[in-house]
């Protein structure tokens, strides 16, 4: 709320910059939004509920560590009404944003569909590079540039109770003084952040944080910077660790790391190594929570985005693939503390599972008939053993399904239990 008191004005805190000054880690989550470029689509109803999941990570305080970049307005009137319910029902699990062009109306549309949703954002995008200013709005970099200090005036204006973002596009190729002059400039009008975007993804790590250092000293100490890294070259994770190590604590992710091209850094395992390691990602006497995100939820909120947008979890998506917790080889099963980071029913409450393939050991088949009902004795171990490698490699399939390895135990055991009550 917006309360006058004696003719004066207070605006609601952004509790987002608020989070940032302060040393918290936030994410602006992007997979609704720049994950419908990666040709995906989730509904309405799917967006609030990711919102939702996304906020609980970190308990009652996910409008402090979580921006839902809950779509693009302008795109059309369906997508107006997108947002807007995610912004209406997702209110206090997150703080909701709409992205937009850098354009009046388009702005006006952003404030209009999260108006009235507590914590609310819009984030304009705003061309910083000389190439991208001449394609994307026909002027050179700094008149872009000016044109969206008086946007985000506008917005200002049009609802002091929505906070107003800039993302400055193709930070990565633009002139580091001009963008440190024009976001201190962008902050002075009443941005809450200026995002320095990686949009090609081509960016090197070195390059990377020099970049947010350079602008982050031009642009002055009550500019607080955001960061938005694409994936092409693989780099979006390491650029996103190299922003935090120069301090910036806005990072944009999205689940499974799905948007444009090739990906930003992936929610779940930004997440994951932040909370694991932040004294060496971070140094020893950052506290980025205000309260720890719960890990166990990762997996469930990842396989509710694998099945809303058809993005599968595969064998080597790290944290919340399918390969985290499965065991198919003779020493990791027995010793598996030395053949993984971390225990995944301990940190993710993933229970550990073997798993038959052609590598399959002893204790492996073994453990894998117990769990089917089944008690083996040598002989049998070492048949079954040899079924299993026969038919992965006749099948042309590494993994032997436990349907099939059920049905082949129940014949060896019939065939052992009738020899033994021959008389």
């Known amino acids: 709320m917006i309360v006058k008191n004696g003719g004066r004005v207070s605006v609601p805190v952004d509790v987002v910059r608020e989070s940032a000054v302060a040393g918290r880690v936030v994410l602006w989550e992007e997979s609704a939004r720049d994950g419908a470029q990666a040709k995906t689509l989730m509904s309405a109803r799917a967006r609030v509920r990711l919102a939702v999941e996304t906020g609980r990570v970190f308990g009652g305080e996910g409008v402090r560590h979580v921006v839902f970049a809950a779509g693009f307005p302008a795109v059309c009137a369906e997508e107006f009404e997108a947002v807007r319910q995610v912004a209406v029902e997702a209110e206090g699990a997150v703080s909701v944003a709409a992205v937009c062009r850098g354009a009046v109306r388009d702005v006006e549309q952003a404030v209009a569909s999260v108006?009235?949703?507590?914590?609310a954002r819009v984030m304009v995008v705003v061309p910083a590079s000389e190439a991208m200013a001449r394609v994307m709005v026909h002027r050179a970099a700094a008149e872009a540039l000016q044109a969206g200090v008086d946007l985000v005036k506008r917005a200002r204006d049009l609802d002091e109770e929505v906070a107003v973002d800039v993302c400055l596009a193709d930070a990565s190729?633009?002139?580091h003084a001009l963008m440190g002059s024009f976001a201190g400039e962008l902050t002075a009008a009443g941005a809450g952040l200026v995002v320095l975007a990686d949009t090609v993804g081509a960016q090197l790590p070195d390059?990377?944080?020099?970049?947010?250092?350079?602008?982050?000293?031009?642009a002055g100490g009550d500019t607080v910077l955001a960061s938005h890294l694409h994936n092409d070259l693989g780099l979006g994770l390491a650029n996103s660790l190299q922003a935090?190590?120069?301090g910036v604590r806005v990072i944009s992710s999205s689940w499974l790391g799905i948007a444009e091209r090739a990906g930003l850094v992936a929610t779940e395992q930004l997440l994951f190594l932040l909370a694991r390691h932040a004294p060496e990602l971070?140094?020893?006497e950052a506290e980025p929570w205000w309260t720890e995100p719960d890990l166990t939820r990762l997996p469930g909120i990842a396989r509710m985005v694998a099945q809303e947008t058809?993005?599968?979890?595969?064998?080597?998506?790290?944290i919340v693939g399918t390969g985290v917790g499965t065991i198919s080889t003779g020493t990791p099963f027995v010793h598996p503390e030395l053949f993984q980071p971390f225990d995944p029913h301990q940190v993710l409450g993933i229970e550990p599972r073997a798993v038959l393939t052609q590598l399959a050991s002893a204790r492996v088949v073994t453990a894998?008939?117990?769990?089917?009902?089944h008690t083996l004795d040598g002989d049998q171990v070492r048949a079954a053993m040899a079924w299993v490698k026969r038919r992965a490699l006749a099948t042309g399939r590494s993994v032997i399904d436990d349907a099939a390895f059920a049905m082949y135990l129940d014949g060896l055991t019939h065939t052992a239990a009738a020899a033994g009550s021959k008389p």
């Open 115 to 119: 108006r009235g949703s507590r914590h």
């Open 173 to 175: 190729r633009a002139d």
């Open 207 to 218: 390059a990377c944080r020099k970049m947010f250092i350079a602008v982050g000293a031009a």
């Open 244 to 246: 935090l190590a120069a």
């Open 282 to 284: 971070l140094g020893s």
């Open 310 to 318: 058809g993005v599968p979890l595969s064998v080597t998506t790290p």
């Open 368 to 373: 894998v008939a117990a769990r089917l009902g």
